[in-house]
């Protein structure tokens, strides 16, 4: 039901209402009654049609109801989630700690709300582990869940070597060696009906920007297929403006948890605060899903330790 339709039907009953109190004849008040108790009854009935999911018979959910049942009566799904220790500076293990644990707990909350499920249990157990509890998922949402829960969704935008062409030829040759602050990484670029185009590239190791700094990520149909458009805060969209000013010409490489998705030449200077994830033939479901994980990020990466069917209770 569109809000609009909801204003014209709400505004019909509050005349209606007036009409029924302001009239002085018995017989119309009786009959405004009517009208007014087969006119609420049938707008509650539509309102909430259909209450409960509509299934096939294997589970998978035809048309979502309007009344969420929560996991103590229809049961649902149980993840037990372990924090994984980052790795330190010094080459070594970083301890779990309260604010990393508190950090994913609300990551975690963020994705699972837009599953639209009600009453989910998100808590933690002991140190380094937490207990998600989502109600009523069929199995392919439950393939999503696993993927939105276990997601790090590590953005970074790292500049590549300005004449990375010729710098890795004179490498091949023996003639120059790698710059220390770059590495080679092999960036896979997706053709349509054919074998992906491999390109090696000389990126830099440290992020010239992080993706803590996205505030909205939004996916959309773009002139490449579906693409998720990115938006960052004021500091990010700041820095970003001065990084595309000082290399146009150059290529920016968009890394997602470690894999190159796209390399585009600077073309100007970007102060909008605005990028975009293209590319890669992304469908759907899948930009979705990276633009709900891209807006809560994992600051430490995490492992499906256990997962299994919580029957309801009542």
């Excluded at 103590?72 to 790795?87: C, V, Y």
């Excluded at 933690?124 to 998922?137: A, E, H, W």
Aim: charged share 25%.
């Amino acid at each position: 039901m569109t809000p609009l339709l909801t204003f014209f039907i709400g505004l019909a009953i509050l005349v209606l209402f007036g009409w029924y109190f302001a009239t002085e004849s018995d017989r119309l008040r009786r009959i405004l009654g009517t009208v007014l108790t087969i006119v609420v009854t049938a707008f509650c009935l539509w309102s909430t049609y259909p209450p409960f999911d509509e299934k096939r018979p294997d589970g998978t959910v035809i048309r979502r109801g309007k009344i969420h049942l929560g996991l103590d009566l229809q049961g649902g799904t149980s993840f037990l989630i372990r924090l994984e220790p980052p790795a330190s500076a010094e080459g070594g293990k970083r301890p779990i700690t309260k604010a990393m644990v508190d950090q994913a707990i609300e990551a975690i909350r963020k994705r699972v709300d837009r599953f639209g499920v009600s009453e989910p249990i998100i808590t933690p157990q002991g140190n380094d582990r937490i207990l998600v509890q989502i109600p009523g998922l069929d199995a392919a949402n439950i393939q999503e869940a696993r993927a939105q829960l276990s997601r790090v969704a590590k953005l970074e935008f790292r500049l590549v070597y300005p004449d990375n062409g010729q710098r890795l030829s004179a490498i091949d040759a023996g003639k120059e060696v790698i710059p220390p602050e770059y590495r080679i990484e092999t960036y896979k670029q997706q053709v349509e009906g054919g074998k992906p185009i491999e390109e090696r590239l000389l990126v830099k190791k440290k992020a010239d920007l992080g993706g803590n700094h996205v505030s909205q990520a939004a996916a959309g149909y773009g002139q490449e297929g579906w693409e998720v458009t990115l938006r960052f805060d004021t500091e990010g969209a700041k820095t970003f403006g001065q990084i595309t000013e000082a290399n146009v010409g150059h290529r920016f490489a968009i890394v997602l948890d470690g894999v190159i998705q796209s390399a585009p030449v600077i073309k100007t200077a970007i102060y909008g605060g605005n990028a975009v994830i293209s590319g890669g033939r992304m469908d759907e479901p899948e930009a979705r899903n990276l633009s709900s994980v891209l807006e809560n990020p994992l600051q430490t990466p995490v492992k499906i330790e256990e997962e299994r069917q919580v029957s309801a209770s009542l």
